[in-house]
Structure formats: structure tokens, C-alpha cells
């Protein structure tokens, strides 16, 4: 048996150490986020118990459990008990109290444990269907066991008579559901993908709106209020099929805030707040379904693309191996003839006398060979340059959509924001379609990997187009990445010049090439928030064609 050494040892424990402080500080951070969560929805309490018509902090529990496992089920029991102690005072005797935190806590943290099991293959991205029919079929169980034992607990104790069972539990379920459809899928989304959906102005006047609605509702009369309830359903949805998941959970969160204070500003009784977030359960489960058909269906194209775009990158390497095999056919033969010819030259010179008309001869077929020889190698370089230039007028914004058809998937897979700002009324423009669109792709495609090799979490690329003296169009790709170092600012368009890892450096030569045999010019410069690549091209005019 191989003996550690000390300092092996010391590592070892300086690891645990470190990893127990971790362990403390988000335990920690997750018991005070349980208080002041309880504290802030401790409304419309019902008996000396308390029972509360939100709970966001058991769908914080959840979220812990489905986030970091079974070591931190223990801070379960602890959050409870010291939230029953700082905001209501511990109405219940110790031994009802530890009876409620114990069923609780083994309740929630064995759901949590139960979807994260091997077996279950539970994705906390909520990225399927499958996914979020497991958390919400889970949560309606175990939610409904809690609240069981909940209020049979109060009932030994005294605190609930037999004819007010059902009441209690509605209560104690409901408050406890509407938590955990609002408040885990937004976390689960917050702490895996680490994104939401890129702010925007139809974002926020969504949200706009459903606070507005909320409060409007609210302050109707009686008779009015549950049915115009229904109203927010369409923002709701709006933002779920716009946004796709994400964005449904964020609206969620918007407006069980925006009710909850709406209730207490326009003092409802406490029966219409248990039938409100009743009516919120409904329209919950509404916005996570139609969100995560959504991105599942987002998700479901994206891949189509890729898929695509690979079958498109697998034929063109089976077009360049036929091709390669017919050139290397072609090329054989003038090589063979040189080498003949060369030969019957050799032994024209060597004969006593020399046959010189012979050897002129073999020498003059031997250099129509070699010219052959060139031909055959210049049209593979053409096929490599993408071909002959054939311009034509073309729509900037028709060449922009087409190179990012198939590179978009790509970018919204990295979590990179991609816009487009073209001057209005914008000509076209004389250029080679798809040798244009190539270029573009290859720009996007060199921003893109620069955020993400730089590990932003907030890339952001800016596509710009607009006219600019001498007859031009001026197309320009910046992102916000890490810049560029100035001593490659001469060398990165250059043939063979790369920063890549794995690159080849023709990307930006084989793009500079194209663009001057467009007449234009390529350019590539740091700016104060990253790169700026940009080119020109000629304003299309009638004239052109065929110049």
C-alpha cells in the first residue's frame, strides 16, 4: 500500500477546507434567503398558525435540493425551524413544531432527491417536456402528503376542528404549489443557463402591462374581479411563445409579485387570495407549458440546422474528395508526358550527332504539358476561393439573413445576443452573392469564438450596414469581446497568420481576397469594446453590369 506523503496530506485537508467553508456560506445564504422570503409573503395569515397563501421559499427549497443534492437536506430543517421563530414566533408547541419541520423537510427534500436520482434522468434545465411534467406531477404529490400531515398535526394538537380540515389544507396546499410553480422553475432556469431572454422593449412593455392588469382587475368591483382575472393569460402566453421558457418564468415571477401587491394595497379578504392563487396555479402551469413546447421546439430546430449545416459541410468534403480524385487523375497525365518528353530530349542530345530538331521538338511538348499541368492546378485553387466572381445587384440585408441562416443556432446555443442595425433605404449593392455571404459568416464566426473563448456571459455582436462616400456600402461586424492585441492588428489578414489554436489563417486572407476582387477593402481594428471588421462593396448602378 502506497503511503501519502505531508504534503499530499496537507492538500487533501486544505481541499476539504475549502469545501466545507463553500458548503457553510451557501447554507447560509440559502437560510437567510428563507427568511426574508417567508418574511416578505407572511400575508393574510389564517389562525394563530399562520398559514400563508405564498410561499416562495418551498419552491426555494426545491430548487436547493435539485441544484446541489442530498448534502444540503439538512439545512432544510433549519431554515423552517428558524423561520417559524423570527416571523411568526413559533405559534405551535416544540413538539407539533418539530413535528411540521420534520414532515417538511422529509417531505420536499425526498421529492427533490427522488427527480435527481440516477434513474429518473430528471433535467433541471427544464429543457423538455418530459422534464417539467416530472417537477410539477412531484411537486402536486409531495405537496399534497406535506399538507396531509400538515394539518393532521394541527388537528391532534387542538389548533383545527375536524369541520375546518379541508379549509386548512386548501390553504397550506395552495400556497405551497403556487411557490413552487413560480419561484423553482425560475431558479433552476437562473442557476443552469445562466441567461434569460435578452432585455428588449416588448419585454418590458409586456411586464408593463401585466402589472397594470393586476392592479386593474384588482381594483374592480367584487363581481368582476375573477372574471377579468383571465386577462393575463394573454401576456403570459405572448411572452412564452416569444421568449420560450425563460421568459415565462420571469413574466410568472412579475406577476405573483405584482399580485401579491396588488392584494395588500386594495385590502382583499383572505378567502379571495386563496381563490386568486388558485387561479394563479392555472395560469402557472399555462405559462410553463406553452414555454417549454417552445424551446423544446426552438431546440428541436436548432439541432435540425446544425444537422444541416453538417450535411452541408459533409458534401462539400465529398465534392472536394471527387474532386481531388479527378484532378489527381488529370494531373497524372501531363506529369507522365513531361516526363516522356524530357526523356526523348535527353536522348535526341546524347546521340553522335545530336539530334537537335528532335530534342526542340520533346522540349516544346514537354512545356504544353506543364502549362496543362498549371491549368489543372489553377482550377483547383478557384474551387478552394469559392470560384469566379459573378456579380450582381443584391440586397444587403438579403445577404446578411442568408449567411446567418444557418450560424444563428450556433450563437443562440453560446448565449450570445446577435443585432442588426442597417441604414434605412439602403441600395444594393454590385457582389457575388455567395461568396459576400461567405465572408460575413467567416467575421460572425470569428466573434463569436472570441467571446467564448473569452468566457463572456454577455456577448453581444452588432451587425451595421450604411452608405458611405464614393459610391460604397460599408458593412461592419463589432462585438464586445476581449479586443485585439495590436501587434496582430497587422498580421491577422494575412495568409497562414491565426491566434486559433487550431486555425489555418486563411479565413481572413481568403475573405480579403474576396473583397478586393470585388473592389473593395476588408479592415480589422480594436475598438474600445472589442473588434470592428469591416468591408466594402460598390453601390450597384445599371452600368456595372457587365464592366
Known amino acids: 500500500m502506497e503511503l501519502l506523503s505531508l504534503e499530499e496530506v496537507r492538500s487533501g485537508t486544505q481541499l476539504v477546507h475549502r469545501m466545507s467553508r463553500s458548503h457553510l456560506a451557501v447554507g447560509l445564504a440559502y437560510i437567510a434567503s428563507y427568511v426574508v422570503l417567508d418574511a416578505l409573503s407572511y400575508i393574510h395569515p389564517f389562525a394563530v398558525f399562520g398559514v400563508t397563501p405564498w410561499n416562495p421559499q418551498a419552491g426555494l427549497s426545491f430548487a436547493l435540493i435539485l441544484l446541489l443534492g442530498r448534502q444540503y437536506l439538512p439545512w432544510l430543517f433549519v431554515a423552517q425551524l ?65 399538507s396531509v400531515g400538515y394539518v393532521l ?101 412579475v406577476t405573483q409579485i405584482g399580485l401579491i401587491v396588488s392584494i395588500e394595497l386594495t385590502t382583499q379578504s383572505t378567502g379571495d387570495v386563496v381563490a386568486y392563487q388558485a387561479l394563479m396555479v392555472i395560469l402557472a402551469i399555462t405559462g410553463l407549458a406553452v414555454g417549454v413546447l417552445v424551446t423544446e421546439q426552438r431546440r428541436t430546430q436548432n439541432q435540425l440546422r446544425l444537422h444541416q449545416d453538417a450535411l452541408h459541410r459533409a458534401s462539400r468534403v465529398a465534392t472536394m474528395g471527387e474532386f481531388a480524385a479527378t484532378v489527381a487523375h488529370e494531373i497524372t497525365q501531363p506529369l507522365t508526358a513531361i516526363g516522356n518528353y524530357a526523356r526523348l530530349a535527353k536522348f535526341a542530345a546524347e546521340r553522335s550527332p545530336p539530334d537537335l530538331e528532335a530534342a526542340a521538338k520533346a522540349s516544346t511538348e514537354a512545356i504544353v504539358q506543364v502549362d496543362r499541368a498549371g491549368e489543372v492546378v489553377n482550377r483547383l485553387r478557384d474551387f478552394i476561393s469559392v470560384g469566379r466572381v459573378e456579380t450582381g445587384p443584391a440586397a444587403v440585408s438579403l445577404l446578411i439573413d442568408e449567411a446567418l441562416s444557418i450560424f444563428r443556432p450556433d450563437l443562440d446555443r453560446r448565449g450570445i445576443v446577435l443585432v442588426t442595425q442597417l441604414e434605412r433605404d439602403l441600395p444594393s449593392v454590385l457582389a457575388d452573392a455567395l461568396q459576400v455571404e461567405q465572408v460575413i459568416l467567416n467575421l460572425v464566426r470569428n466573434a463569436a469564438e472570441a467571446l467564448t473563448n473569452a468566457g463572456r456571459n454577455d456577448g453581444r455582436i452588432v451587425i451595421e450596414a450604411a452608405i458611405r462616400p464614393s459610391q460604397m456600402v460599408t458593412i461592419s461586424v463589432t462585438d464586445n469581446g476581449p479586443g485585439l492585441d495590436p501587434d496582430l492588428a497587422m498580421q491577422s489578414i494575412t495568409a ?52
Request: aromatic share 12%; hydrophobic share 55%; glycine share 10%.
Open 82 to 146: 428558524l423561520a417559524d421563530l423570527l416571523v411568526r414566533r413559533l405559534p405551535l408547541p416544540p413538539i407539533a413544531e418539530f413535528s411540521v419541520v420534520l414532515i417538511t423537510g422529509l417531505g420536499y427534500g425526498t421529492a427533490a432527491l427522488f427527480l435527481t436520482s440516477p434513474r429518473m434522468g430528471f433535467d433541471p434545465t427544464l429543457s423538455s417536456r418530459s422534464a417539467m411534467l416530472w417537477l410539477i406531477g412531484v411537486a402536486v404529490v409531495s405537496i399534497g402528503l406535506v
Open 153 to 253: 398535526v394541527l388537528l391532534q394538537h387542538g389548533f383545527v376542528t375536524k369541520a375546518d380540515l379541508g379549509q386548512v389544507f386548501v390553504r397550506a396546499f395552495v400556497g405551497d404549489l403556487i411557490g413552487v410553480m413560480v419561484f423553482t422553475p425560475f431558479l433552476l432556469i437562473a442557476f443552469t443557463r445562466r441567461q434569460f431572454a435578452a432585455p428588449s422593449w416588448e419585454m418590458g412593455v409586456l411586464m408593463l402591462i401585466i402589472l397594470a392588469a393586476v392592479w386593474g382587475i384588482l381594483s374592480l368591483n367584487q363581481p368582476f374581479r375573477f372574471q377579468l382575472f383571465y386577462v393575463l393569460f394573454l401576456p403570459i402566453v405572448w411572452i412564452a411563445v416569444r421568449f420560450g421558457l425563460p421568459g415565462a418564468t420571469a413574466g410568472l415571477v
Open 496 to 547: 497562414f497568420a491565426t491566434t486559433k489554436r487550431d486555425g489555418l489563417g486563411l479565413g481572413l486572407s481568403l475573405s480579403r481576397s474576396i473583397i478586393e476582387a470585388h473592389g473593395g477593402q476588408l479592415h480589422i481594428e480594436g475598438t474600445s469594446r472589442g473588434v470592428c471588421a469591416s468591408f466594402t462593396l460598390p453601390i450597384y448602378q445599371e452600368r456595372s453590369v457587365g464592366s
